[in-house]
Structure formats: C-alpha cells, structure tokens
C-alpha cells in the first residue's frame, strides 16, 4: 500500500511523551528555533466533562482555544477528528513554516502520524520528550493510566510502562531533558538504558531556561534539524509489527543488558505458562516473537514492561501461507521471514529480547531453553505438539 502523497506543504512534527515537563522543554525549543512556528495541543484532562480543549498558539502566547466534542465517548477520537482541520486551516492561511502537534500526555504518536499522512500533510519528524532519570521508574509502573487520571477514554485498560514503552520506541528522536526542576540527575545507566532501548533513535539534548543560541540551550539547531529531517509512517509502523520488528541488538554497558534469545524449536505451552510471571519480571523492557508448540500457524507477540505481559495473535507465520498469498505480504515482511527461514519450519523461530539494568543474562537464558520443547518432544513432531496441553487457550484468541 503506498502512502498518500501530501496535498498541503505545511510540515507537521508530532512531539509527545508521558514526560510532560520534558515535552514541554521540547516544544518551547521547537518554538525558539522555528520563528512562525504554531503549536497545536488538545487537552485530554477535560474528557470527563464531554469536551477536549484545543490551544493554539506560538512563542508569543495563545492565538486563539476552542473545544471540540467527546465522539463515541473517547477523547482520542475527538483528537482525531479535530485536528486535521486545524492543521488545513493553518495551512491554508499560510505564513506557518512548522506546525508542531504536541500530543497529550498518554496520547501515543503512532496513530496521530499516520492520522495527520492520512490527512495530506508530511510528517517530517516524530520526537518523544524524556527525561533519562525518569525512564526506569516510568518502565516499572504497571499501574493503569486511569490510577492516574491519564486514562483516554472509560475504556482505557493500558498501563503506564507499556504506554511509555510505545511512545519512546515509535519515535525516529528522542528528545533528552535533564536537570529539569524538581527531577533528579541522570546518570550514565539511565543514558545507557535509553540507548538499548531504541538505538536507532536519533537523540538531541534539549536545553531549557535559556534563549536559543545561549549556553543553556545544548544544540538548540538540532532539535530543529530533527523535526524537519522527514519521517516515513510506512517503515515505523514495519519496525513495530511483531513479525518485522526492529529490535534491539545484544549490547552491555554501564550495568544494562540487552540479551537477544534466538532458537529453532517450539515452546512447550505448559512450562512457558508456569515461567511465565519469572520471565516477565526479569526484565525492565522485553518484546519479540515466539512460536508455541500446538498453535503453528499463529505468529504470537510478547510485549512485556511494568511487570505486566501481553500475549496475542500477530497473524500467521509466512510458512503457514499458501504460496500465492505471499505477493500480499510487504516487502519487509518477506525480508523478515527470509533472514529466519529454516528449511523445515520457515520462518517459525523464537526472537526475544530483554532489556534491563541488573539483567541476569545466564539465569534467564537457562529459564528460556528449560521452556523449550526437549528432544524427545521435538522429536515426536507436529502431530504429537497438537496434543500438548493447551495451557495458553485462556490468553489467546487464536
């Protein structure tokens, strides 16, 4: 599927993160070193009372605020539906070099690119604000946005740790705030964590209390080099689709670990069940595919952080496919499939990946493989898999 060509050319930089303060500082940057640039943000915290409040404005202050209706009853719908006309609006009325969409706090930049490409703008950059010293603690609350009153709508089941986790992985820039007021000082495993996390993003220093150009501010043109530099919607929703994902490589620095669990044969679903609350535990961030003995065809994403795991369906494995469906299959999928090809099982593997300060890369690495199928069940083949007990029936829908 091809992307739709802008109609308008007014860029769009889409900048968002849990990290408000951080965000903020991002933003105000972005404002500084783009004279003209306007900044559109749609406050979620007024949902409960049936609207969202929309601000524009620029470096001088608000331009003018309005409110748009709850649809369906969620604020991100609201958001949705808002939003490309005031960026068409904006665009029409020209002047505006960067128009910058400052998300709210548990808004995810995901569905807001692709939203504003749908929509005929280009989005040129996707920046998630953080603050380095707050990473691991925000990965390890697995309390529900809602505890918080981050919650986007009454049906809002997600995290705090898992939110994060999208915001800061989707983002082609990470935006670094430290020594914000009242946050304490990072440190090298915070930066290292950062890294290991994402480390393809590209990451700026943003600097805050200063004039742009001035010591305070640490690159105050890269940030703005960054927002402009072009982002392709296409190739990030590809680096996040669990059967092409791009993750993370081994890597250990500054008391971080990233282990990259890599094996050939199936999961026993009875044993990976039982070691299930370890392995999601025993990482600050895990994610990757896996392949459960008795569900062959179905491709299953791990998705792990805050102590919390999530296991579902991501379709079929391309070796489940009959051969005339795979002209349907993106490229990168098909790319994906053949760097894991085996020529008995196809594509069918386990790729995980943990993450985390402290890691237990041996202790875990024993847990996997004990979860495996052993020889004589591997041995037995297919036929005997499908007799297994199905210890995963009550978490998957497949």
Not at 238 to 264: F, I, K, M, N, S
Not at 316 to 336: E, G, I, Y
Request: proline share 7%.
């Amino acid at each position: 599927m091809s992307r739709p060509e802008p109609r308008h050319a007014l860029p769009v930089v889409i900048v968002g993160g849990l990290h408000a303060d951080a965000r903020r500082a991002a933003v105000a940057r972005l404002l500084a070193d783009v004279p003209g640039s306007v900044v559109l943000h749609h406050d979620l915290a007024t949902a409960a009372a049936g609207t969202v409040v929309r601000t524009v404005r620029d470096a001088t202050g608000i331009l003018h605020a309005g409110e748009a209706p709850l649809v369906d009853d969620c604020a991100c719908c609201a958001l949705r539906e808002d939003l490309v006309p005031e960026l068409v609006r904006l665009a029409e009325a020209g002047g505006t070099p960067l128009a910058v969409v400052e998300l709210w706090d548990s808004v995810e930049p995901k569905a807001m690119a692709e939203v504003v490409t749908n929509g005929g703008f280009a989005v040129t950059g996707v920046i998630t604000a953080v603050d380095p010293a707050l990473v691991l603690p925000y990965l390890g609350n697995g309390d529900d946005l809602a505890e918080g009153g981050l919650a986007a709508a009454a049906t809002d089941r997600r995290t705090v740790a898992d939110t994060f986790a999208r915001q800061l992985e989707y983002a082609s820039v990470l935006a670094l705030a430290e020594s914000l007021p009242g946050s304490p000082e990072a440190d090298d495993e915070d930066r290292e964590l950062l890294t290991q996390l994402h480390p393809t993003a590209r990451r700026v220093t943003v600097g805050h209390g200063g004039p742009a150009g001035s010591p305070e501010a640490s690159a105050p043109s890269e940030l703005a080099r960054a927002a402009l530099a072009g982002f392709d919607v296409e190739a990030a929703a590809a680096a996040q689709h669990p059967a092409c994902a791009l993750l993370p490589a081994e890597a250990d620095a500054h008391g971080v670990a990233t282990l990259v669990w890599h094996r050939r044969r199936p999961f026993h679903p009875e044993r990976l069940y039982a070691a299930l609350e370890d392995l999601t535990c025993a990482a600050a961030r895990s994610r990757g595919r896996f392949w459960l003995a008795g569900k062959g065809d179905t491709l299953l994403h791990w998705d792990a952080a805050g102590g919390a795991l999530c296991v579902e369906g991501a379709g079929p494995w391309l070796a489940a496919l009959p051969d005339a469906a795979w002209d349907l299959v993106p490229p990168v999928r098909r790319a994906a499939a053949a760097l894991d090809w085996h020529p008995e099982h196809g594509d069918r593997c386990q790729h995980l990946v943990f993450t985390s300060p402290g890691l237990d890369r041996d202790g875990l690495e024993r847990l996997l493989d004990s979860c495996l199928l052993s020889d004589a069940e591997y041995a037995a083949g297919q036929a005997s898999w499908e007799r297994l007990p199905p210890a995963f029936d009550s978490l998957l829908e497949v």
